[in-house]
C-alpha cells in the first residue's frame, strides 16, 4: 500500500482507495456472518418461549374453504385447542381414591383377546396406570378363563366380566324374523356395511337401548366406551371423567362423521314422529342444526362415531332418551333396515340435551380403523404420538366443524 501511495500524485486519492478496500471487506464479512447466525438454530429465553406457545395455542386448522374459523364459532365451554381442560373446584370425588363413580365399557367376544390387550395397554400407558379405573367387560356368551386371565394381567384396576341377559340380545316378539332375513339379503346385494350381519344388528341395538341397564353397568354414573383394536395416542394428564361432573357434561366424543344412507332410510321419519308426539323432551337450546340443514325436515347423516363416547349415564338412563327408543325399537328398524348406535346416540344428544352439554375432547387422540382424531396444536403435538396429516377433523366429509360451528 505504501507503494501505491508513492505512485499516486496527490495523498486523496490515495486514501480512498483504502477506505474503498476497507469497507469492502467489511461487507463481506457482515454477509459471511449473518449467514452464519440465520443457519444456526436460535435459543429463545424462557419468556420468548412461552409467549410463542401462547400464540401457538390459538391457531387453528383452516377449514374446507381454505379460511380459519373465527374464534366466536367456537363456544366459550368447548375451545378446540385447548392445552388442559379447566376443572370446578367444587368437584365431588371418592377421597380414597381421587376418582369419579365411572368405568370403562367394553362390549366384545373372545376372539377380541388380543385386539383388546393392545388397546389397554396403549389406554393404560397414557392415562389409567395413574387413576385406576375399573374395565366393564360384556359378551353374549360367557369369557372363557383365558380370556380373563389374559385380560386382567394389562391393568392393575378392578375388572368386571359380565353376560348379556337373552332378553337384551334377542329378537323382540314384534320383529318378523322372516321379513328381516330377507331385507338382509337385499342389503348384502346391495354391499351396504355389514348388510348380512345379523349379530350386527344385535349389538347396535343392544348399545342403543341396553348396555347401561346390565347390572354391573348400574353401579356407575359415568362411562367411557372402548372398543378393542382402537388406539388411544396421547398422554392424557387431565381425567376426562373429572371434566364430564365438574362442567356438568352429558356427552362427549372426538370423531363426527356421515353415517352411510342405505342403513337408516326410515330413521328420520320416526324421529319425526318422535318430535312431534313428545315435544317435552326436545331441549330448548338443542342441536338440531348441527344434524339437519333444513331445521328438521331432513336428517344429514352427521353422527358422533360413538365407538368412543364418554357420557353421563344419568342421559341414557332418562324418561326422555328411554321413550326415545322404545318408540325406535317397536317400528323394528333395527333388523329391518341397520340402524346403528352412532346416529341414535347422536339423534338424541341433539335433540334431548342442550348444546352445552356436548363435548368435543381435542385432548384425546383416537383411531378406529382408517379415521383418526389427532390433536393439530403445537402443545398438544407434544403430548401426542399421532400424525396430525391423518387428522380427519378437517376433511370435507367430517361433520366436526359443523357441529363446532352451532
Given at each position: 500500500?505504501?507503494?501505491?501511495?508513492?505512485?499516486?500524485?496527490?495523498?486523496?486519492?490515495?486514501?480512498?482507495?483504502?477506505?474503498?478496500?476497507?469497507?469492502?471487506?467489511?461487507?463481506?464479512?457482515?454477509?459471511?456472518?449473518?449467514?452464519?447466525?440465520?443457519?444456526?438454530?436460535?435459543?429463545?429465553?424462557?419468556?420468548?418461549?412461552?409467549?410463542?406457545?401462547?400464540?401457538?395455542?390459538?391457531?387453528?386448522?383452516?377449514?374446507?374453504?381454505?379460511?380459519?374459523?373465527?374464534?366466536?364459532?367456537?363456544?366459550?365451554?368447548?375451545?378446540?385447542?385447548?392445552?388442559?381442560?379447566?376443572?370446578?373446584?367444587?368437584?365431588?370425588?371418592?377421597?380414597?381414591?381421587?376418582?369419579?363413580?365411572?368405568?370403562?365399557?367394553?362390549?366384545?367376544?373372545?376372539?377380541?383377546?388380543?385386539?383388546?390387550?393392545?388397546?389397554?395397554?396403549?389406554?393404560?400407558?397414557?392415562?389409567?396406570?395413574?387413576?385406576?379405573?375399573?374395565?366393564?367387560?360384556?359378551?353374549?356368551?360367557?369369557?372363557?378363563?383365558?380370556?380373563?386371565?389374559?385380560?386382567?394381567?394389562?391393568?392393575?384396576?378392578?375388572?368386571?366380566?359380565?353376560?348379556?341377559?337373552?332378553?337384551?340380545?334377542?329378537?323382540?316378539?314384534?320383529?318378523?324374523?322372516?321379513?328381516?332375513?330377507?331385507?338382509?339379503?337385499?342389503?348384502?346385494?346391495?354391499?351396504?356395511?355389514?348388510?348380512?350381519?345379523?349379530?350386527?344388528?344385535?349389538?347396535?341395538?343392544?348399545?342403543?337401548?341396553?348396555?347401561?341397564?346390565?347390572?354391573?353397568?348400574?353401579?356407575?354414573?359415568?362411562?367411557?366406551?372402548?372398543?378393542?383394536?382402537?388406539?388411544?395416542?396421547?398422554?392424557?394428564?387431565?381425567d376426562p371423567f373429572l371434566v364430564m361432573k365438574s362442567r356438568n357434561?352429558?356427552?362427549?366424543?372426538?370423531?363426527?362423521?356421515?353415517?352411510?344412507?342405505?342403513?337408516?332410510?326410515?330413521?328420520?321419519?320416526?324421529?319425526?314422529?318422535?318430535?312431534?308426539?313428545?315435544?317435552?323432551?326436545?331441549?330448548?337450546?338443542?342441536?338440531?342444526?348441527?344434524?339437519?340443514?333444513?331445521?328438521?325436515?331432513?336428517?344429514?347423516?352427521?353422527?358422533?362415531?360413538?365407538?368412543?363416547?364418554?357420557?353421563?349415564?344419568?342421559?341414557?338412563?332418562?324418561?326422555?332418551?328411554?321413550?326415545?327408543?322404545?318408540?325406535?325399537?317397536?317400528?323394528?328398524?333395527?333388523?329391518?333396515?341397520?340402524?346403528?348406535?352412532?346416529?341414535?346416540?347422536?339423534?338424541?344428544?341433539?335433540?334431548?340435551?342442550?348444546?352445552?352439554?356436548?363435548?368435543?375432547?381435542?385432548?384425546?387422540?383416537?383411531?378406529?380403523?382408517?379415521?383418526?382424531?389427532?390433536?393439530?396444536?403445537?402443545?398438544?403435538?407434544?403430548k401426542c404420538s399421532c400424525d396430525p396429516a391423518d387428522n380427519v377433523?378437517?376433511?370435507?366429509?367430517?361433520?366436526?366443524?359443523?357441529?363446532?360451528?352451532?
Amino acid at each position: 500500500m505504501r507503494n501505491c501511495c508513492k505512485t499516486m500524485r496527490t495523498h486523496s486519492l490515495c486514501l480512498l482507495l483504502i477506505a474503498f478496500i476497507l469497507g469492502f471487506l467489511s461487507r463481506s464479512f457482515l454477509e459471511w456472518s449473518h449467514q452464519r447466525t440465520s443457519s444456526a438454530p436460535s435459543t429463545l429465553s424462557s419468556t420468548q418461549h412461552q409467549a410463542l406457545q401462547q400464540k401457538l395455542r390459538h391457531h387453528r386448522r383452516p377449514s374446507f374453504n381454505q379460511s380459519a374459523p373465527d374464534s366466536s364459532s367456537f363456544t366459550s365451554n368447548n375451545p378446540p385447542d385447548n392445552d388442559k381442560p379447566v376443572l370446578d373446584v367444587d368437584v365431588n370425588v371418592d377421597v380414597a381414591t381421587n376418582r369419579v363413580n365411572a368405568a370403562f365399557v367394553v362390549l366384545l367376544q373372545n376372539k377380541d383377546l388380543h385386539e383388546m390387550r393392545k388397546t389397554m395397554r396403549q389406554l393404560e400407558q397414557t392415562f389409567n396406570s395413574r387413576h385406576g379405573y375399573p374395565y366393564i367387560f360384556l359378551n353374549n356368551v360367557p369369557f372363557t378363563d383365558h380370556f380373563k386371565t389374559h385380560i386382567q394381567a394389562m391393568t392393575k384396576a378392578k375388572v368386571h366380566f359380565g353376560l348379556i341377559p337373552r332378553e337384551h340380545w334377542s329378537y323382540p316378539s314384534f320383529v318378523n324374523q322372516t321379513q328381516a332375513a330377507i331385507n338382509r339379503e337385499d342389503m348384502k346385494a346391495r354391499k351396504v356395511p355389514y348388510g348380512e350381519s345379523e349379530s350386527y344388528r344385535h349389538m347396535c341395538r343392544y348399545e342403543s337401548g341396553f348396555f347401561f341397564r346390565h347390572e354391573l353397568v348400574q353401579q356407575f354414573d359415568y362411562y367411557w366406551r372402548v372398543e378393542p383394536g382402537v388406539s388411544f395416542s396421547c398422554d392424557l394428564d387431565f381425567d376426562p371423567f373429572l371434566v364430564m361432573k365438574s362442567r356438568n357434561l352429558k356427552y362427549g366424543f372426538t370423531i363426527a362423521l356421515p353415517e352411510y344412507v342405505g342403513t337408516i332410510p326410515t330413521l328420520w321419519d320416526t324421529v319425526k314422529q318422535f318430535k312431534e308426539q313428545h315435544p317435552e323432551h326436545i331441549a330448548a337450546k338443542n342441536s338440531l342444526n348441527w344434524i339437519s340443514y333444513d331445521h328438521g325436515d331432513t336428517y344429514n347423516n352427521c353422527h358422533f362415531w360413538s365407538n368412543f363416547e364418554i357420557a353421563d349415564l344419568s342421559f341414557f338412563r332418562s324418561k326422555a332418551y328411554l321413550d326415545f327408543f322404545e318408540m325406535l325399537d317397536k317400528t323394528g328398524g333395527f333388523f329391518y333396515e341397520r340402524w346403528g348406535d352412532a346416529p341414535i346416540h347422536s339423534i338424541a344428544a341433539a335433540l334431548l340435551l342442550q348444546r352445552k352439554d356436548i363435548h368435543f375432547f381435542n385432548e384425546i387422540g383416537y383411531r378406529h380403523g382408517i379415521y383418526e382424531h389427532c390433536p393439530e396444536s403445537p402443545a398438544l403435538q407434544l403430548k401426542c404420538s399421532c400424525d396430525p396429516a391423518d387428522n380427519v377433523d378437517w376433511k370435507q366429509y367430517s361433520c366436526l366443524r359443523r357441529f363446532l360451528e352451532t
